[in-house]
């Protein structure tokens, strides 16, 4: 067993590493509650490596995936015999994700744990569809698995920490609105492989409207929460994406360095 403060600082590292949206509003979060969302991060953001991977073949995705959705659940059971003969291909988020794991209370491990499978499961089932986005109704259940049960597993951190309840909905809004906005971000490196998430006959501005009527959800979201920390710990990412709308609208193509530290500030005080 690793030495406990040896491993979040190690968790940190890989933060660091492997997110640009969450690793500020995480470090905001103070004791217990900062380590218990950013474990839970690490072991979505590991899977969804797995999602992602440039060079992994699509039949080895699906089978890790649905091998994580159904070991993740069973509590003791090592996760790295499924990464057996890949960890030259894996990045280390990923391969480490019983280390993440370790560093969750046990009161509440079993429920990130479900909510890290239900992604697992759905993300297995989106590569085997190839990713192909048809209707707002496909937009809705990719963004759903691959952001919004990031809203859902964070509102059940803030009830289990801080016993505040927020509306199941708007949280997963507040994840959908976050995603669809990468999704307009990102749609030139998308497409250079092959992958689209605009619905049919979805233009930029329908993406956009698209985007704006998640984040007002997400707006009201945040609106119900009463602690600072856990405001703050929202609202960063928010603001970053209505930023980033605002220079993508202006034919730019992301916010700068300087622009992210204001917006950051502007929260923070």
């Excluded at 690490?42 to 992994?56: A, F, G, K, V, Y």
């Excluded at 759905?122 to 759903?144: F, I, P, Q």
């Excluded at 930029?204 to 704006?212: F, H, L, S």
């Amino acid at each position: 067993m690793k030495d406990r403060k040896n491993l979040l600082q190690e968790a940190q590292e890989v933060l660091t590493q492997t997110s640009r949206t969450f690793v500020i509003p995480i470090s905001r979060l103070e004791g217990s509650l900062n380590h218990v969302v950013m474990a839970a991060y690490l072991c979505m953001r590991s899977i969804d490596e797995i999602e992602d991977h440039p060079i992994l073949p699509k039949e080895d995705k699906i089978r890790l995936l649905r091998s994580i959705g159904e070991q993740i659940l069973k509590i003791g059971t090592p996760l790295s015999p499924v990464f057996a003969d890949l960890d030259d291909v894996l990045p280390e988020v990923t391969v480490r994700i019983d280390d993440w794991l370790t560093l969750l209370p046990s009161e509440i491990t079993e429920k990130v744990r479900f909510f890290v499978s239900k992604m697992a499961y759905g993300m297995a089932s989106w590569t085997e569809r190839n990713w192909v986005v048809r209707t707002e109704k496909d937009l809705d259940d990719y963004t759903y698995y691959v952001a919004g049960l990031v809203g859902e597993l964070l509102s059940t951190l803030w009830k289990w920490h801080d016993g505040i309840n927020t509306d199941a909905d708007l949280a997963i809004a507040f994840g959908r609105g976050l995603q669809a906005v990468n999704i307009i971000r990102n749609r030139g490196e998308d497409q250079d492989r092959g992958v689209s998430f605009y619905p049919d006959g979805w233009t930029q501005e329908r993406m956009i409207e698209y985007a704006k009527k998640q984040l007002s959800q997400a707006d009201q979201y945040i609106a119900s929460i009463h602690s600072k920390h856990i405001y703050e710990f929202c609202s960063i990412p928010l603001a970053l994406a209505y930023g980033t709308l605002r220079v993508i609208e202006n034919n730019r193509e992301k916010l700068k360095r300087e622009e992210v530290i204001k917006i950051v500030d502007t929260i923070i005080g």
